[in-house]
């Protein structure tokens, strides 16, 4: 696949990576609306792909006191998925990680979106929460809550490790991805328990609760390749990662690692094992000292033979998958006279007198329409959860925790009388969270998402005006732009223009905020015997020319750099269209969007 070759100013720009944005759909300009291959529109695809993060040194291990490893019990893993409808193009990764701040994602997610033009809402990271892995990036809240087991220096080398793997998994993900099906299912298991044990004077301790709140539902999403072989798994159960205690130094990615490893072996096909809402739930065998003591290896019985059950389960799949990606924030008190990391600025407001909000992050993903999986990047207790799911829409509502850093514990109204490490340690949030969460919440599965597919699929062209995200990115999309010229089309079922002639062009009224260079990233398709024409992209700032690069077919969008601009705050215009010396036999491009990513961004 060749890259753009551009100029900027005469000077020669050379594009550091390729980036392959494999989204299948059917660009149509050179077909008929009879033709077979335009009825490739939604074909459903997917990929899988398991990359080892097990360090080969010494670490700190996070969870617990601060304790440095020895030895290896069991290896660590990235798991990612790339989901791609033709339309919306879906990562996530699972990753035997205790816990990261919000900023280690952000940082991640800006490696992707400059790589891959992957925007934030369709990456989710989620951990699995063992808490005998290394540490990762800086410290984030924790620090504020337990400062004294933070004086070693934070590890950027094998931070660094951690994000170049996930980045090359996402890579090597998206060049893999097949014709796939999915299905969905439940499963019940006993492996977890309450862990917030009450004694007579109402207070709670870190023990066990026989009679409190639980969630031993496993909520499976399965997808097969077209020929019904299994894919990946993902499963979602609620439990900490806590069967091995502190006094433990061996690497292991405890519960969620041996029941994955486990399914992967009986069905072989990967696991992503997503952690629920498990703030207060516990596995039923809780910190013991080494793996026999803590009865590692049961729980491949307790937790994994459930989980192949419920794949049992799942004898219907379908071919027909929309994607839909969202997100919202969630506003709520913060504790009086609480730190707050200097990392972290992004996810609080100072609301004057002493008085700050949490900003708590809310991501959504709607499968068709009996699918909706929602996280947060908390510790969630489990009955706030199972009321999302008792009044969600959807017959399968997952929720997937510790995704996208870590904001602490997000308790129960209920439960902060009873005080306890999870409401009085680790909790930034007053009683008012619960309701908080599940207005929002609700609000948002009752409401924004229900309509939200078949809206997304047939979206109209409306030239409108092109303001930055909350990131600073301007998002020029076909369906914001204004085309001119005898032949040129809005394909609605694309999201993209189809071109013909050499007088067509597209202009967008953009207006940035602030004086910034930005990174300018085309997705576009076209077929391998029409690449190769100039285009050029026009601006106040300058001009960027250069030529097509091949996408593999009409049918396969793909995405790249094409140079960067320095532009000024204000309104003013973009404009693509073809270069000069323009073969009139040829069709230009089909194109989607435009994406400026400010440079001060992290790369």
Not at 290 to 296: E, K, Q, R, T, Y
Not at 346 to 367: C, E, M, Q, S, V
Request: one cysteine or more; a neutral charge; proline letters at 6%.
């Amino acid at each position: 696949m060749a890259i753009f070759q551009y100029k900027r100013s005469h000077i020669m720009y050379r594009i550091v990576m390729l980036i392959t944005h494999c989204l299948i759909t059917q660009a149509g300009f050179a077909k008929s609306p009879g033709d077979p291959a335009a009825n490739n529109a939604g074909i459903f695809r997917a990929a899988v792909v398991k990359t080892d993060i097990t360090p080969d040194q010494p670490k700190m291990l996070l969870g617990y006191n601060a304790r440095q490893s020895k030895g290896v019990h069991d290896h660590i893993y990235h798991r990612i998925v790339v989901l791609d409808d033709g339309i919306t193009q879906f990562v996530l990764v699972s990753s035997d990680i205790c816990v990261i701040s919000p900023s280690e994602y952000d940082h991640v997610a800006s490696l992707l979106l400059h790589r891959f033009g992957i925007a934030p809402e369709n990456f989710w990271w989620s951990l699995t929460h063992t808490h005998s892995a290394p540490e990762v990036g800086v410290p984030g809240l924790p620090e504020v809550f337990m400062g004294d087991r933070y004086k070693h220096p934070v590890d950027t080398v094998y931070t660094s490790f951690v994000e170049q793997r996930l980045v090359e998994g996402v890579e090597q993900a998206r060049k893999n991805l097949v014709k796939a099906r999915l299905g969905a299912g439940w499963g019940h298991s006993n492996a977890n328990i309450n862990r917030r044990g009450i004694d007579v004077n109402g207070k709670a301790s870190l023990g066990m609760d026989p009679d409190g709140p639980v969630d031993r539902r496993i909520g499976l999403i399965r997808i097969d390749k077209e020929d019904g072989t299994p894919l990946v798994l993902l499963s979602n159960y609620a439990v900490h990662g806590t069967a091995l205690n502190a006094a433990n130094l061996q690497i292991s990615a405890d519960v969620p690692g041996i029941v994955s490893e486990y399914v992967e072996e009986k069905t072989g096909a990967p696991m992503l094992f997503i952690n629920g809402a498990a703030g207060n739930l516990a596995p039923i065998y809780s910190t013991y000292p080494n793996p026999s003591s803590a009865h590692l290896s049961q729980f491949r019985v307790l937790l994994g033979d459930k989980i192949l059950d419920a794949n049992r389960q799942i004898t219907a799949t379908t071919d027909k998958v929309r994607l839909f990606a969202g997100k919202t924030i969630i506003e709520t008190p913060r504790k009086d006279s609480l730190g707050w990391p200097s990392d972290m600025g992004n996810y609080t407001r100072d609301l004057g007198n002493g008085k700050h909000l949490i900003k708590l992050p809310a991501r959504f993903l709607k499968i068709n329409d009996d699918i909706a999986v929602w996280s947060l990047p908390v510790e969630l207790f489990c009955e706030i959860s199972n009321g999302v799911r008792d009044r969600s829409p959807y017959a399968y509502t997952f929720y997937y925790g510790y995704t996208n850093g870590w904001l602490g514990y997000l308790p129960s109204a209920s439960e902060f009388k009873h005080g306890g490490y999870e409401v009085e340690t680790v909790c930034p949030y007053t009683p008012d969270v619960e309701k908080d969460v599940k207005d929002v919440v609700l609000n948002y599965l009752q409401g924004d998402m229900k309509s939200k597919i078949s809206a997304e699929r047939l979206p109209v062209n409306r030239p409108s005006l092109v303001e930055p995200d909350e990131a600073g990115v301007l998002v020029l999309s076909a369906e914001k732009g204004k085309a001119t010229g005898p032949d040129i089309k809005y394909m609605p079922e694309w999201k993209a223009f189809g071109w013909f002639t050499h007088k067509d062009k597209v202009e967008w009224e953009i207006n940035p905020k602030e004086n910034k260079e930005y990174l300018v990233i085309i997705e576009w398709s076209v077929a391998d015997d029409h690449s190769g024409q100039p285009f050029m992209l026009e601006s106040s700032a300058g001009t960027i020319t250069g030529n097509v690069g091949k996408s593999g077919s009409w049918e396969t969008f793909t995405s790249a750099p094409i140079g960067t601009l320095k532009l000024n705050a204000g309104n003013q215009r973009i404009i693509f269209k073809p270069g000069k010396n323009f073969d009139r036999q040829k069709a230009l491009l089909d194109l989607r969007k435009i994406v400026l990513v400010p440079m001060d961004k992290e790369l």
